[in-house]
């Protein structure tokens, strides 16, 4: 029963990769709307008192475009974030619009896992003093990094 299990998770993990829109299909809101990773920046600014009060960890984070990866980086990001999380070299989460990625160093024997695109990213952001980088379909692109079109 178990491994019926399994095979209907793992095929509706497939359907459902193969069916959700495309991350190049997301389109920019309208400029009254604020987007998911402005939403949440509103949200951490307007709890800096509480944190400074009540003490949780914090950290900084940068958000940049998902054009600043291939589509290849963005299918092992979306792996990353879901079922082979485990395997990942590194921390990430899958938003609505995309990911949020920790800027920690990988070590050096799980580094040649990241695509040399992701790498830049995480440089950048660690080289700017973030300790995440939330990419998001909505962002805009820099001109410090390589963007793609896809």
């Known amino acids: 029963m178990t491994g019926l299990r399994n095979m209907r998770w793992r095929s509706a993990i497939a359907r459902w990769m193969r069916e959700r829109r495309p991350r190049s ?21 307007g709890s800096q008192n509480e944190i400074r009060q009540h003490g949780p960890e914090a950290g900084r984070y940068c958000v940049l475009s998902t054009a600043h990866i291939s589509a290849t980086s963005a299918a092992i990001l979306d792996l990353w974030a879901g079922p082979l999380s485990g395997e990942a070299p590194m921390t990430v989460a899958s938003t609505v619009h995309g990911w949020f990625v920790s800027a920690t160093p990988v070590p050096a024997s799980q580094s040649e896992q990241l695509p040399a695109d992701l790498r830049h990213i995480l440089d950048f952001g660690r080289a700017h003093g973030f300790d995440f980088v939330m990419l998001d379909c909505d962002a805009d692109a820099i001109d410090a990094l390589t963007t793609f079109s896809w």
Do not use: I
């Open 25 to 45: 299909a997301c389109r920019s809101k309208v400029s009254t709307q604020l987007s998911s990773a402005a939403r949440a920046h509103a949200v951490m600014q």
